[in-house]
């Protein structure tokens, strides 16, 4: 018994990804990020998307997801809303505070709130993060890498074939998030694919259906569920 | 009853479309009439455009699509685009199939199930049981067209929709459009064109996907 326990552990912890080495061709803390790997928008800008929700290798269900975004201020507005048109969640986050404004079944937990806002910061925005270390992966890819506030690891990495991936780890290095952009035709944001190491773990296949670039201030909803981040 | 909620859109919209058709000839409230009618309608498909506005859009979201139905209980609601998604009902059989990968995939959310209890409801609108159902209160208004207005009687109903807005062309006696409304800034207008009553469909709209 209780070497099968130790086998499971082992497969356990073989099968969570944790941070990989960077070889140092910069390492110093205040370096200027400028060199970095940068897939994130700069500006306003509203965008359309099919999401396709995979689990267990077979696509559960798709939906469209609309995002509102301003990386100047870090605020977020968003909706998911079924191909007949009904809303099935709607939320919008500032600096402190997210609005959860509806959330029907199974949309309707605060933690599904936040960690959606928490996908749309970490696929769109540059990390807050102080910039840790810059270099190589073992496969020559350039690296940068980030410390979030709270601890967690950002890694954006630069494959001059498979494109740009961002990736989130805890503050002990285990594996969250994985960000694929797949470039097509010149457009960072046409096909996004977003891995999630969970419990069961996910993904979300996102294709653009439209983007467009916002000159109005975000719309704020009166009437909604407000609670401090 | 509890009923998976992102399902109720499209049957909602289906069931209303087929009641109208009906309701249309029946004048208001005469349901006793309107129950004869719909059994003269045997099939009904339609070409239709979804508007979709919300305040977090700029401009409405628009989605196209095809409907059909045949009596007494196969339907088929198909998006085109922007998202091709189409729920089948056939034979006391219910499926939602969506687009993955250049191909049509069955939902997998388990609301199948759910959908067929929406549908239930659906057909016995269909046989002009509209005053029977507890969900709505049905008023009826005669102007430049006809208006129908649905509201929830139901707590868990109205949080979801606010009011269902029927609006029937005074000439043709058929549904031109249907509006749903979840909240004030929020609302589903779906407008309903080149509606064919009676006219043959193939069987294989309702048993094959693509």
Redesign the interface.
């Known amino acids: 018994m209780k070497c099968v326990s130790i086998l499971i552990l082992i497969i356990f912890i073989l099968s969570c990804q944790t941070l990989p080495l960077i070889n140092p061709s910069v390492f110093v803390i205040n370096e200027n990020a400028s060199t970095c790997p940068f897939p994130f928008l700069e500006g306003k800008y509203?965008l359309?998307h099919?999401i396709?929700n995979r689990m267990f290798g077979?696509?559960?269900?798709?939906i469209?997801g609309?995002t509102?975004i301003d990386s100047s201020t870090r605020r977020v507005?968003?909706?998911i809303?079924?191909?007949?048109?009904?809303?099935?969640f709607?939320a919008e986050s500032g600096p402190d505070t997210l609005k959860v404004n509806?959330a029907?079944?199974p949309f309707d937990s605060e933690d599904f709130a936040k960690n959606v806002i928490e996908d749309i910061k970490l696929i769109f925005f540059a990390p807050e993060g102080r910039l840790h270390e810059k270099g190589t992966l073992a496969d020559s890819t350039m690296i940068c890498r980030y410390q979030e506030e709270n601890g967690d690891w950002i890694d954006v990495i630069d494959d001059k074939l498979k494109g740009i991936a961002v990736k989130r780890y805890s503050p002990n290095g285990i594996l969250k998030r994985q960000i694929k952009f797949k470039k097509i035709a010149g457009d960072t944001y046409q096909n996004i694919e977003l891995q999630a190491y969970e419990t069961f773990n996910y993904s979300l296949l996102m294709n653009l259906?439209?983007a467009?670039k916002?000159e109005?201030n975000f719309?704020r909803?009166k009437h909604s569920r407000e609670t401090k981040k | 009853m509890k009923i998976h909620?992102?399902?109720?859109?499209?049957v909602i919209?289906a069931g209303i479309f087929l009641v109208m058709v009906s309701l249309s000839h029946a004048g208001t409230g005469d349901f006793e009439k309107l129950r004869k009618e719909s059994a003269n309608i045997k099939t009904i498909q339609s070409s239709f455009t979804?508007k979709?506005t919300?305040?977090?859009?700029?401009k409405p979201?628009v989605?196209e699509g095809r409907f059909y139905y045949a009596a007494p209980d196969s339907l088929r609601?198909e998006?085109l685009k922007?998202?091709?998604?189409i729920v089948i009902t056939h034979k006391n059989n219910t499926k939602r199939y969506?687009?993955?990968?250049g191909k049509m995939?069955e939902?997998?959310?388990g609301g199948t199930q759910a959908m067929k209890i929406v549908l239930d409801e659906v057909t016995s609108w269909m046989k002009g049981k509209f005053d029977q159902n507890p969900s709505f209160k049905a008023t009826f208004h005669e102007g430049t067209n006809i208006r129908i207005i649905l509201t929830p009687t139901e707590k868990s109903m109205a949080g979801?929709i606010e009011k269902i807005e029927i609006i029937l062309s005074p000439k043709t006696s058929i549904v031109k459009s249907v509006k749903?409304t979840?909240?004030a800034n929020?609302f589903?207008q779906i407008d309903f064109n080149n509606v064919e009553i009676n006219k043959a469909i193939n069987p294989s709209v309702f048993q094959d996907v693509e």
Do not use: F
């Open positions: 509203r359309i099919s396709e077979e696509t559960q269900s798709v469209i609309v509102l507005s968003c909706a809303i079924t191909a007949e048109g009904m809303v099935l709607e509806r029907l079944p259906i439209e467009q916002v109005k719309p909803a | 909620r992102t399902l109720y859109s499209p919209i979804q979709k919300m305040k977090i859009l700029s979201l989605s609601w998006y922007p998202l091709r998604s969506m687009a993955s990968g995939v939902d997998k959310t979801m749903i979840e909240s929020n589903t």
